[in-house]
Every structure is written in C-alpha cells, then in structure tokens.
C-alpha cells in the first residue's frame, strides 16, 4: 500500500520525520516524501523512504494515503493535485503554543514525533511502534579528522539561538584537552589552531555527518545539528537559549544526554527563534557561562 507524506519545510522538522518513515516501512507500505528540493540531503540516504517528490516538480499524483504533516498553504495547494484514498493532517495545537510562548502557561501538547505520528495512524488505522531517532549520512568521508575528536555546532541563523562565547569556550577546551574540535553550522569564531577543524557550510549536510559521525560528543545549540547528532547516536549536550526542550523538538525518541538551560520567567520567548532578544538582556544565553558548560561536559572529556 502506497502512503505519501508532506513535509515542506524546515531541516528539523523533516529530519523528525525517520521514525514515522522507519516504522511505515516496517508495516510493508511504500513510501512517499513530498518536499523541497533545498532539503534532500536530509533524506537522500534514509533506506525506509522510496521515493522523494519535489515541490516543484508535482504536477499530479497518485495514493493510497495521503498525510499532511505540514499544514499550511503550500501544503493545501499540494493536496489539491493528489487523488488519495485516505487523508489526514498533523495537529498543530497553534492556540496551545501561543499560550506557551505569550503567556508561559504550562505546556499541554504532545513533541513534534508524537504529533506526526498520530497523524499517521488516524490515516491507516493502525498503532504505529517508533524506535529513536535515526540519521542516515553520506556512505564516505570527505575528510579524516584525527581521533578523539569533539563536535560543536554552538551558531543558529537566529541570534536568539547562538551561543554568544563560543571563542572562549573552545579556548577552555583547548587548554584542558587534548582532542580535535570540528565545527559545524554557521562559523562566528575567530580561532585559528591546528586542532580546530572548521566545517562550517563547506560540505552537504549529509556529508557533514559522515564526517562527525565518529565524534566523541557534540556540544550544539537547539538546531538541526542537535538533530543529527542525536540521529547519529553521538553523546548529545544541548544548549537551549530562548527556545525549550517542552516546545516539542526534545522527545522520548531525541533525547540529549544533558540539556544546559537557564530557568527564567521570560522563557520560551518564541518557538523558532528571534533576530533579537526581546528584552534586550539575553539572559538566556548570557547566563549560560563557558565554564559551566565545561563543567558539564569535563567528565565525559576525561573518561
């Protein structure tokens, strides 16, 4: 039986999406992911998906079921070309979120896999069992980095999301150990020093993850690498700035080892991050100092 999935848009909500594919495969269907083609590096390697659509490309189609995991007006334009059988949509649970964010109401919502999910099984009528997370990399290398190794992928497109000390705590890394340092995701550093490999936007994220994928551990802020890392199985140690883990995007099935956070009034400020802080103090990240961070992480470095 064929099901067809949208899912247009962002990196960490179709990298979500391997469990739900994972165990459609396993129940025998033939998968479909409608998407943009700016994200096929995200699933180009995944084995539980069959076929891949691009938006552009949809002219008309045919399934047994249809999902909408998206929901919004593209997705809506998407749907009037397919014939489908079976529909359903994801539950976006938007009066809930805004209650969250505008108002920090206790959370009522389920993670963003569990949403996907349920959307799911409402269109085969059946209960569907996820395993983890799962991240499927490139099949080579580009580069060797020397072992042991650590990742950390501390910037974000948005400014609320970044970690502002990242040049002192690689510094505090340097000086107390002896591993390489990939960076990856948008570089904002000014280090220079033989063991700090810079990754930044220099290869396809698929090849990016082939070659971090043997790191000791990640240090990453909430974003996509915190995604892959955990979808690769490395030892995943995430900082959370105006952004939470109860938003949706940390569940049973990606989990970091350790969440670094900073408990404040102000938090959430947002779900997907701002250009600025609104309160112009950016306690939540500025609070977070490098050497707490080390003393996070020191054990795991020293083992």
């Excluded at 396993?26 to 076929?51: A, M, R, S």
């Excluded at 809506?76 to 109401?105: D, E, P, Q």
């Amino acid at each position: 039986m064929d099901i067809t999935i949208i899912r247009t848009s962002s990196h960490g909500d179709i990298v979500l999406t391997e469990p739900i594919f994972e165990a459609l495969k396993k129940e025998g269907f033939h998968t479909t992911l409608i998407t943009k083609e700016q994200y096929y590096p995200l699933i180009k390697n995944n084995p539980y998906l069959d076929n891949v659509i691009f938006t552009k490309n949809l002219k008309e189609h045919n399934t047994d079921i249809l999902v909408d995991l998206q929901k919004n007006p593209l997705s809506g334009r998407l749907i009037r070309m397919i014939k489908a059988h079976k529909f359903s949509s994801v539950k976006k649970y938007y009066v809930k979120r805004m209650f969250y964010v505008g108002f920090h109401k206790k959370p009522d919502f389920p993670n963003v896999i569990t949403r996907y999910r349920e959307a799911v099984e409402n269109a085969i009528e059946k209960k569907l069992i996820l395993n983890k997370l799962r991240f499927f990399p490139a099949k080579q290398n580009k580069i060797k980095i020397e072992k042991p190794f650590i990742t950390m992928a501390l910037s974000s497109k948005w400014f609320t999301k970044s970690y502002p000390f990242i040049d002192e705590l690689i510094d505090i890394l340097m000086k107390n150990t002896d591993f390489n340092i990939a960076f990856i995701g948008k570089n904002k550093t000014s280090i220079i020093n033989p063991r700090f490999i810079d990754l930044s936007e220099k290869y396809p994220i698929d090849e990016g993850a082939a070659i971090i994928k043997d790191s000791k551990f990640i240090v990453t802020v909430d974003s996509l690498w915190m995604h892959i890392g955990l979808g690769l199985g490395i030892k995943t140690y995430a900082v959370f700035g105006s952004t939470t883990p109860q938003l949706g995007f940390v569940s049973p099935y990606n989990m970091p080892h350790k969440i670094i956070e900073e408990d404040l009034k102000c938090r959430p400020c947002t779900r997907i991050g701002k250009k600025k802080c609104p309160k112009r103090h950016f306690k939540c990240m500025n609070s977070i100092s490098p050497m707490r961070i080390w003393e996070s992480i020191k054990d795991e470095c020293n083992s």
